[in-house]
């Protein structure tokens, strides 16, 4: 039997459900599933992103009177991308089990709004992939520069 596809929301429809008896959240990236199966194993990756990834929409409304931290956190980033508060704050495996207890879509992107975001995601973890390959490149120019002037110093005092 095939999978049944997920409802799908734009940011415009999650944006209408920013109130206490009506609040929706946007988590989750390009990422999830990879973090999911750092975090929980296979097992968990299925049940958290129910066959797609990327970004949930979670109507959070009934949990909100149960939400440790309290419902104004909550509602401080209703009807929004909620996505990097989630991550920043640091939730445990339960945490995340009970938010997936709250899914109800997946939210539907353009290609445009990929991209914005894919760049906004690069940007915050630092820039290009190539920073590395910089580095390498840096150290093999001065490991070229260093041999020149070991080399030239010992031809020097022959």
């Known amino acids: 039997m095939a999978p049944v596809p997920e409802k799908e929301f734009t940011e415009a429809d999650v944006a209408k459900h920013n109130k206490a008896d009506d609040c929706w959240l946007i988590i989750g990236n390009e990422n999830t599933d990879l973090d999911a199966v750092t975090a929980f194993g296979i097992r968990h990756v299925c049940f958290v992103t129910a066959f797609s990834c990327g970004a949930k929409v ?72 190539s920073g590395g390959m910089s580095m390498i490149a840096v150290l093999v120019a001065a490991a070229g520069i260093g041999y020149y002037f070991y080399k030239h110093k010992f031809d020097s005092s022959e």
């Open 58 to 129: 979670y109507d959070v409304t009934s949990y909100l009177d149960d939400h440790p931290g309290g419902a104004e956190v909550m509602l401080d980033v209703a009807g929004k991308d909620a996505d990097e508060f989630f991550e920043d704050i640091g939730h445990s495996n339960d945490a995340r089990e009970e938010l997936a207890k709250h899914v109800i879509g997946v939210l539907k992107l353009t290609e445009e709004e990929k991209e914005k975001r894919r760049l906004a995601a690069e940007k915050k973890s630092g820039g290009d992939s």
